[in-house]
C-alpha cells in the first residue's frame, strides 16, 4: 500500500525521491521531450486532430473573416484575369472588326500586327473602307515603315483603332463608330423564314417594287441614310421580294427587314437606317407628305405642340 505519509527524515525522503517509481516517470518525462524535440510528434498530432475536426468548428472572429476576403478577393481577381484573357483571345481570333469590339468590353483593347489590320480592312466593302480611312492614307502610313504595331480599344461608343511605331507612340488613330460596325455585323440574317414571323414589322411590309421605287425619289445622300451599305445585300443569292420596316427605333436607327427568295427557300435579312431618313421613306410609301428635308425638321414634326 502507497504511503501517502509525510517523511519524518531525509532518509525517507531521499528513499522516495529514488524509488523505481519517481525514477521511472523521470525518464519517461525525458524521452518524451527528447522525442518532442527531435521528432515534434506533439504538434504533428495536434495538428492532425485540428484538420480533422475542422470542418465541425465555426468559421468565426477576425481571422477566419480575414481568411474569408483574401479568398474572395483571390476569385475575383483570378475570373477578372481569366475573362480578360479570354476576350483578348477571342478578339485575336476575330475575323471582323465587328467581332473585334463585341468580344472587348468598354475600355478593354487587344494589340494585333500590322498585317492583321490589313487584312481586316481588306475584307470591308469598298465604300465602307473609305469611310474608315482611305487607302491612299494607309499607303502614305505604311510606306514612311514606322507603323509596327496596331492596338484596337473599345471606347463603348466607337472601336479606336491606333497604328503604333516600334516604341508605341500613335503615328495614326481610326475612328470606326459603333453605328457602322452595326451595319457590317454578319449575324444580320433573322431566324425567321418571311418577314411575318417578325412582329416587330407588322403592317408595314413592301413588295420590293414599291420599296424601290420609293427608294429612287429621293437623292443619294439621303438614300444612304436610308440604306447605308445596299453592297451587304447584292452579296445575298436570290432575289429581293418583300421588304418590312421596323415600329421600333433605337440608338437613332430603324431596323429593315429584306425577305429573299432564292429557288424555294426563303430568308430575311436585317440592315438598319437612320431614322430620320427612314421616317422620310415610310412616310412616302404611306403617301404621306414626305417634305422635311433635314432631320431638324423631323425631329420638329416628331415633337407634340
Known amino acids: 500500500m502507497t504511503d501517502w505519509a509525510e ?9 522516495r525521491v529514488l524509488g523505481l517509481r519517481p525514477v521511472l516517470l523521470t525518464l ?16 504533428r498530432v495536434l495538428g492532425a486532430y485540428l484538420a480533422t475536426t475542422n470542418s465541425a468548428r465555426p468559421e468565426s472572429g477576425a481571422i477566419w473573416e480575414k481568411g474569408h476576403r483574401a479568398r474572395t478577393a483571390q476569385k475575383t481577381l483570378e475570373k477578372l484575369v481569366t475573362d480578360r484573357q479570354t476576350s483578348q483571345r477571342e478578339a485575336r481570333n476575330a475575323r471582323t472588326f465587328t467581332q473585334i469590339a463585341a468580344n472587348l468590353s468598354a475600355g478593354q483593347g487587344v494589340m494585333m500586327s500590322v498585317d492583321r489590320f490589313r487584312n481586316l480592312y481588306l475584307q470591308l466593302p469598298q465604300d465602307v473602307s473609305q469611310e474608315i480611312i482611305s487607302a491612299f492614307d494607309l499607303l502614305k502610313i505604311a510606306s514612311h515603315g514606322r507603323w509596327r504595331r496596331t ?3 473599345n471606347s463603348g461608343t466607337s472601336l479606336n483603332v491606333y497604328l503604333l511605331d516600334a516604341e508605341n507612340r500613335v503615328q495614326h488613330r481610326i475612328d470606326i463608330p459603333i453605328s457602322v460596325l452595326n451595319q457590317l455585323d454578319p449575324k444580320n440574317t433573322a431566324a425567321a423564314v418571311t418577314l411575318e414571323d417578325l412582329p416587330n414589322f407588322k403592317n408595314r411590309i413592301y413588295s420590293a417594287e414599291r420599296f424601290f421605287d420609293a427608294l429612287d425619289a429621293f437623292d443619294e445622300e439621303v438614300r444612304r441614310n436610308m440604306l447605308p451599305y445596299p453592297q451587304m445585300l447584292l452579296k445575298q443569292s436570290g432575289q429581293i421580294v418583300r421588304v418590312g420596316i421596323s415600329d421600333e427605333t433605337g440608338a437613332g436607327f430603324i431596323e429593315l427587314g429584306f425577305e429573299i427568295l432564292n429557288g424555294a427557300r426563303r430568308m430575311v435579312i436585317l440592315v438598319r437606317g437612320q431614322e430620320w431618313a427612314v421616317w422620310r421613306l415610310r412616310s412616302h410609301l404611306e403617301d404621306k407628305d414626305a417634305s422635311p428635308r433635314s432631320f431638324i425638321d423631323f425631329l420638329e414634326n416628331r415633337i407634340p405642340k
Open 28 to 43: 519517461l518525462v525525458i524521452c518524451i521531450i527528447i522525442l518532442e524535440m527531435r521528432f515534434d510528434w506533439v504538434e
Open 151 to 153: 492596338y484596337f480599344e
Open 7 to 15: 517523511p519524518k527524515n531525509f532518509k525517507e525522503w531521499s528513499q
